[in-house]
């Protein structure tokens, strides 16, 4: 084990769509609580930290199957979540929310600073339209056979089966999730991430990691092999972190972009109740920082 100054473990934060299983508690929430409790035997500076993930397609879809409103469904949630992980002796530090402001302030702020740097690239781009829902469909609201694996159930922004990263023009045969009825292109701006021309700096951070399990590296390596492509970081949603921005009414955040900042802001929530610095817990070389998540999520992490 390196001898680092301070441990900064962090637990998925959990979709906020339904109660825990036993297979969240064995696969990624019992081990990140086991690290921590012996890394706090030895005397170690540890700050554990998790939550529940309250925006993206899941919680709306959840939210017109059940008849309620999406922070309806996030309140449901969150209490049964928070509850079961303490009736089981999970013990984190902060178990936040990303419907927080706080959390909203931090992903507003990550946003504009790439913004502010030229980072994103803007784009009118043809994207799927549910014309009998009138509303642009996000990734999620799309399915259709994969084009790497053939499974038919793919989502629009990768196949749950082979686990290939997609684009939801990608799909075969695309349906809406919300009608069942074929989607039509139509125009839209959004502000992407050039991940083409960020793979040279993310390949060389990848190699140099050191300690990653095999099925961690090789996933990531299978995915840089494809060639990274550019990835919208806004939908047309009523639903999430608004984009801060004057001409981006009616769009927020892609989900993925702005729930890992959710750590960084879980963090900054138990500081302020703790009388604590949260900087050095994520910007200290001598800070180790460990993540406990599923296979399923290690693209996005």
Not at 182 to 194: D, H
Not at 219 to 240: E, F, H, I
Not at 262 to 269: D, F, M, R, V
Request: proline content about 6%; glycine content about 6%.
């Amino acid at each position: 084990m390196e001898n680092k100054e301070r441990y900064t473990v962090t637990a998925a934060l959990i979709y906020a769509n339904g109660p825990i299983h036993i297979g969240h508690l064995a696969g990624c929430y019992l081990p990140a609580d086991i690290y921590v409790r012996f890394l706090r035997k030895l005397g170690k500076d540890v700050v554990f930290v998790s939550g529940t993930d309250e925006h993206g397609v899941p919680i709306t879809l959840k939210a017109k199957k059940e008849g309620i409103s999406p922070q309806e469904v996030v309140d449901k949630y969150y209490t049964i979540i928070k509850k079961s992980f303490y009736d089981f002796g999970i013990n984190f530090d902060v178990y936040s929310r990303t419907t927080k402001p706080i959390h909203h302030k931090t992903a507003q702020e990550f946003f504009l600073t790439l913004y502010n740097k030229g980072v994103f690239e803007e784009k009118v781009t043809e994207q799927y339209y549910d014309p009998v829902a009138h509303q642009f469909l996000a990734d999620r609201y799309i399915t259709g056979t994969c084009p790497k694996c053939g499974y038919e159930q793919a989502y629009g922004d990768q196949c749950e089966k082979c686990g290939a990263s997609l684009s939801p023009t990608e799909l075969i045969n695309p349906v809406s999730t919300l009608t069942g009825e074929k989607p039509v292109l139509k125009e839209t701006k959004n502000w992407f991430l050039p991940l083409d021309k960020m793979q040279p700096e993310i390949e060389k951070f990848i190699d140099s990691r050191k300690g990653w399990k095999p099925n961690v590296y090789g996933q990531c390596k299978s995915w840089l092999n494809q060639g990274l492509q550019p990835r919208a970081m806004t939908r047309d949603l009523d639903w999430g972190v608004k984009v801060p921005l004057k001409d981006a009414e009616g769009k927020v955040m892609y989900v993925w972009f702005d729930a890992p900042i959710g750590y960084i802001s879980a963090t900054k929530e138990w500081a302020q109740q703790n009388n604590k610095n949260w900087e050095p817990y994520w910007k200290d070389e001598n800070t180790h920082l460990i993540h406990f998540i599923g296979k399923d999520n290690i693209v996005f992490h």
